[in-house]
Structures are given as C-alpha cells and as structure tokens.
C-alpha cells in the first residue's frame, strides 16, 4: 500500500459526460501527479499540482482540468468524454525534490 | 528530450534463474532513473531508483538495477527468479523539468516453474 488513495475505482459512463476523479496523496506530499494509462498509448503525464498551484502540464486535452484543494487532495475533472478517454487514470504523489512517485490504485474509466 | 527505451515486450525466464529487464536511456543532463512493477488491476509499485552514486542500486523484493553511463543502460536484475516476479515493469526517467515521469513501454515478465 503506497499510502496513496483514489476513488472510485471503477466508473463506467457515456460519451459526452463529466466524471470526477479523486485522489488523496501521502501524508505530508506536496506534489500531486496525474497518468493516463491506455494500451495504445501507454503511461502518460498529464498534469502535476504543487501545494494547490499547477506546476507543470503534460499531454493533457483541453476537456481535462485538475485541481489541488487546501487539504492537498486532488480532483481530475474529465469532460465531454469521447470512447478513447477509456483507460486507467493513476494518481501520484511525492515529496520534495527528485524523490520517487508513489502510486494510487488507478481509477478504471470506461466510456460506452 | 528525455526518453526511455524497453527493447523486450516480453522476457521469460524458469524460476531459480537470473533475470534481466532491458533498458536504455536518452536525457539531456543528469539522469533520475526509476523501476516500477505493475501488477494486474492494480498500481504501480515503485522498486529502486538511480540518484547519483554507486552504479550498483539494491531495491526492493531482491531487485538491483545497474546503471552504466557509457552505455545509457539502467537494466533491472534479480540473481533468482520467483513466480510471484511475473508482472509488467516499467523504466522511467525523471524529465528535464525535474516533475514527470516519462516511462518505456514496459516488459512483461513471466517467470514458469
């Protein structure tokens, strides 16, 4: 257990939707990072918050948008969805400096 | 940029034998190195990570991992195998702004009894 928290686990929904993403890092972390995994194109950055301000951005579409709250919890909000936004959504969280990124369980998103 | 290459999809090995995870890197500056192991249905597992220091990096579950500069390699080892190792694994590096990871493809490892 990476300490690293997520929910739901599971969402299925429907193209055109919103979904919200949840995800409470380690106890003390700062850093809160935000992956899409999918089998096409594998594990991908999307965005990265830093003690509530965003830090740096990835591939991330212009449908997606995240925020980090004052209790360092963060929300990845989906929206608009299309069939290929279906993938595992990862969480990640880690301290200062160039440490390691400790991994949530994954948020398993399908759209139909 | 900064990049990360796993040449194999799929490494098999019998249990009780060595085993080796391939990778090679391409970064501008230092590199911040990383194994993790993906099990099914669930998340990524961090194993070790190469800093700076000695090329050798013990990590975790009896995994060592050898850094060689000339080569740009960091390749995953373990002298014995157990079935329980059969997972996908992924090398990472830290990107140039010192925030994502950036990850190969990842290796699937079947290890048979």
């Known amino acids: 257990d990476s300490g690293v928290t997520q929910t739901p686990k599971h969402l299925i929904t429907a193209t055109g939707q919103r979904v919200t993403l949840r995800c409470s890092p380690r106890?003390?972390?700062?850093?809160v990072y935000w992956y899409q995994q999918s089998l096409d194109q594998g594990l991908q950055f999307l965005i990265q918050?830093?003690?509530?301000?965003?830090?740096a951005k990835g591939n991330i579409l212009e449908r997606f948008s995240a925020q980090q709250f004052p209790d360092l919890h963060s929300e990845l909000n989906l929206s608009s969805l299309e069939l290929g936004d279906s993938a595992l959504y990862f969480c990640?969280?880690?301290?200062?400096?160039?440490?390691?990124?400790?991994f949530g369980p994954g948020t398993r998103l399908t759209v139909l | 940029a900064q990049s990360v290459a796993q040449p194999e999809d799929q490494v098999n090995v019998a249990e009780g034998n060595p085993l080796t995870v391939k990778c090679t890197y391409s970064?501008?500056?230092?590199?911040?190195l990383f194994w993790y192991v993906q099990y099914p249905n669930r998340g990524l597992q961090f194993l070790l990570k190469?800093?700076?220091?000695?090329?050798l990096v013990k990590g975790s579950y009896g995994f060592e991992a050898e850094f060689n500069k000339s080569q740009t390699s960091f390749h995953l080892k373990k002298p014995s195998a157990l079935v329980s190792d059969s997972a996908l694994y992924f090398c990472?590096?830290?990107?140039?702004?010192?925030?994502?990871?950036?990850f190969g493809k990842g290796t699937t490892l079947s290890v048979s009894s």
């Open positions: 990640a969280s880690s301290p200062l400096g160039y440490s390691e990124q400790f």
């Open positions: 106890s003390g972390d700062l850093s």
């Open positions: 918050y830093y003690n509530g301000e965003e830090r």
């Open positions: 970064v501008s500056g230092n590199p911040y």
């Open positions: 190469y800093i700076t220091g000695d090329n």
């Open positions: 990472a590096v830290r990107d140039q702004a010192g925030t994502a990871l950036i």
